[in-house]
């Protein structure tokens, strides 16, 4: 069974920085995509990084601003949140497909992934 625990979001003035990370167990697979995805009050989900395959794409709403990044195990995803702005306020989940085929890319919806964290709060006050 794929566990995803992501760590503690937190709250920030504008401008600042939080690093959020998600630690997977219980999978073996090596093909896999694993995405943050976030939520705000009164919104739909929305994809806002997809890596996997050697490649991490970006939502254009955190271009710039968000790097994600592999712990040397590859077992921890992280997500360097930098110039936060109140519309970043929400919750933010990672998320992890199953098994993927050799040839593969990775995307940012929602219905892609098998697995979810339970979220993580992150709120942004200007």
């Known amino acids: 069974q794929v566990q995803l625990v992501e760590s503690e979001g937190g709250s920030v003035q504008a401008g600042g920085s939080l690093r959020l990370s998600c630690t997977a167990s219980?999978?073996?697979?090596?093909?896999?995509?694993m995405g943050w995805f976030r939520q705000a009050p009164g919104k739909e989900r929305e994809g806002i990084t997809a890596s996997g395959g050697g490649q991490t794409i970006y939502a254009d709403s955190v271009k710039g601003r968000f790097t994600v990044s592999w712990s040397t195990d590859r077992n921890t995803l992280y997500l360097q949140m930098n110039s936060l702005v109140p519309e970043d306020t929400a919750i933010y989940y990672c998320?992890?497909?199953?098994?993927?085929?050799?040839?593969?890319?990775?995307?940012?919806?929602?219905?892609?992934?098998?697995?979810w964290g339970r979220g993580t709060q992150v709120t942004v006050s200007s």
């Open positions: 998320a992890k497909t199953g098994p993927r085929p050799s040839a593969y890319s990775c995307d940012r919806e929602a219905h892609t992934y098998d697995y």
């Open positions: 219980g999978d073996t697979y090596k093909r896999y995509c």
